[in-house]
């Protein structure tokens, strides 16, 4: 994003939050281009646009910069945006179709995040369970750590490991001064 068009967001900010900026110096704006810039970088003024627009219609009071990035984080991965509860009735529609012995067909007609959180919970388990509210409150809560996990490798700028990605052993490295580093 250029400056222009971020401050051309922070004017909207503006317009939807006065009493956030009112004592707001040029000088406290130039910074705020500067650093918005930096830490916006990877995003471009539609998406930023759209963030502002989905955030100023459910907050009363101006956003911070975590709130942008997580609603931008929303805006950029469509797996942030899926209903759980959808997912679960898709879940049982597949089982239903496939049944406990064709797991493989099953799990291929399902999303990625809602394949992981039905592998996570057992497909056969789901599968021949007899109480399946407690399954579907496992397979909720095991949904919304994913996203959580997927909100928060994106807001912070890091690519989205697997449990079993980060627990690879660390590699040994040495640097100019032969001392001993470890890298992931």
């Known amino acids: 994003m250029t400056d222009k068009e971020i401050l051309r967001i922070i004017n909207v900010l503006i317009i ?9 110096t040029e000088e406290q704006m130039k910074l705020m281009v500067s650093l918005w810039k930096n830490k916006f970088n990877k995003y471009n003024y539609k998406e930023m ?47 239903r179709k496939y049944g406990s012995y064709k797991e493989d067909e099953g799990l ?24 399946i509210k407690w399954i579907k409150k496992e397979f909720v809560s095991i949904m919304e750590s994913n996203r ?16 079993s990605e980060l627990k690879k052993p660390k590699e040994i490295t040495w640097n100019s001064r032969n001392e001993q580093q470890y890298v992931l």
């Open 16 to 24: 939807y939050y006065p009493s956030a900026y009112k004592d707001f």
């Open 108 to 131: 291929s007609e399902l999303k990625d995040i809602t394949n992981r959180a039905v592998r996570l919970v057992g497909w056969k388990r789901i599968c021949m369970t007899e109480d």
């Open 148 to 163: 959580e996990s997927i909100k928060n490798s994106e807001v912070i700028n890091e690519p989205y490991k697997t449990i």
């Open 49 to 95: 646009a759209t963030a502002i627009e989905r955030i100023s219609s459910k907050n009363k009071f101006c956003p911070s910069v975590a709130e942008i990035l997580e609603e931008l984080s929303v805006i950029r991965n469509p797996e942030l945006q899926i209903d759980i509860d959808e997912e679960w009735d898709q879940v049982i529609k597949v089982i």
